[in-house]
């Protein structure tokens, strides 16, 4: 994948702050692990359908809770280490505004500051805020490796590249705070290519609910701005609990080169990023879990700083091969991976 450049002036905004709040959406152990996984907050009960109070057939309308607007956004599309998190938020159709923008001040999280966004996050997941009694949230981590591996699959598989990946993890999250019982009734999402494209393979999956797809929708629609803010602070966390596994005196941590030891925002447009790919990358297996393999910095790398070169046999088509095709007589030439587990056996054993 071609990698996205920054400015300086987005490069600080992009760098996690150091005391970064640490949100329940950070799976340590899962992070750790190169694996994805989601997590969704509870159900403020404000929004959660309501009980019924006798034994009569409730109408449609009865059984639905407060009708709900969801936002749905993304930080950590373009760099090269860390996770790529997609966020969902969502509250009553008519607090959006009037509590998100105009309370809290909610925005674009790529124009707020690092200790803006990561306040925003701590008074979301405190019990005695109105953010917290009115709205709910979830996010979905798809990790480096995945992403990587998901990318590299060999020319036999269907490809399966991130704008699908970022499509199938924004269906797995509306369809999650549905299960939830939340009656969502309007969706915004800041698009992934074509906006008339996208709302339309969005509307094919949800054909009831309003969905308006736009770009820059984290600027325009105060959920978004909030869905954007959960997002990056999850990465941010994340991205901080990666570099900690590898800091200096903790097993397996990199040797500290003054003035060199944070990887930055992660971007390969940031010099920290790139100086730190180069001073730990290992010749055969690269970098771990944090790096995505699929980028050109990571490639163009391993290629030109003396990786080692690894090739795999060429798997042929078994289609048609019959199971006496893999024994073979005496006296003929075997290839050089015929004796891996022993002597060949002729069809003369059996």
Not at 160 to 184: M, W
Not at 230 to 242: G, H, S
Not at 246 to 266: F, N, V
Request: charged share 20%.
């Amino acid at each position: 994948m071609e990698d996205s450049q920054m400015d300086e002036a987005n490069v600080a905004l992009e760098t996690p702050a150091s005391d970064v709040f640490v949100p329940p959406s950070v799976h340590k152990p899962a992070t750790l692990a190169g694996e994805s996984y989601t997590h969704f907050s509870p159900v403020p009960p404000a929004l959660q359908p309501p009980q019924a109070t006798d034994c009569s057939s409730p109408t449609p309308d009865q059984t639905l809770g407060t009708p709900c607007v969801l936002g749905v956004d993304e930080a950590g599309r373009g760099p090269v280490l860390g996770p790529m998190v997609y966020g969902v938020f969502y509250l009553p159709i008519d607090q959006s505004d009037p509590l998100l923008k105009q309370t809290h001040h909610f925005d674009d999280s790529k124009v707020l500051t690092p200790a803006v966004r990561s306040s925003l996050m701590q008074s979301l997941c405190t019990p005695s805020t109105d953010l917290f009694s009115t709205c709910g949230w979830a996010i979905s981590s798809l990790s480096a490796r995945d992403i990587g591996a998901n990318m590299l699959r060999p020319s036999s598989s269907a490809p399966y590249n991130l704008n699908a990946q970022a499509f199938d993890a924004t269906v797995s999250l509306i369809r999650g705070v549905l299960a939830r019982g939340v009656n969502v009734r309007d969706v915004y999402v800041d698009t992934v290519g074509p906006p008339d494209t996208y709302r339309a393979k969005l509307a094919r999956v949800f054909p009831t609910l309003r969905i308006t797809v736009a770009k820059k929708a984290d600027s325009l629609y105060p959920c978004v701005s909030a869905a954007s803010v959960c997002a990056k602070v999850t990465r941010d966390a994340a991205l901080e609990a990666l570099y900690e596994a590898r800091e200096p005196g903790t097993e397996g941590g990199d040797e500290e080169i003054e003035g060199e030891a944070s990887w930055g925002s992660g971007y390969p447009s940031d010099g920290r990023c790139v100086a730190w790919l180069r001073r730990n990358m290992h010749p055969v297996f690269g970098w771990g879990p944090e790096c995505r393999f699929s980028w050109g910095t990571a490639k163009d790398m391993l290629e030109a700083k003396g990786g080692v070169k690894v090739e795999w046999p060429v798997d042929e088509d078994d289609e048609n091969t019959r199971l006496t095709d893999y024994f073979q007589g005496a006296g003929k030439d075997t290839d050089e991976l015929g004796t891996w587990f022993g002597t060949p056996a002729g069809l003369e054993a059996f």
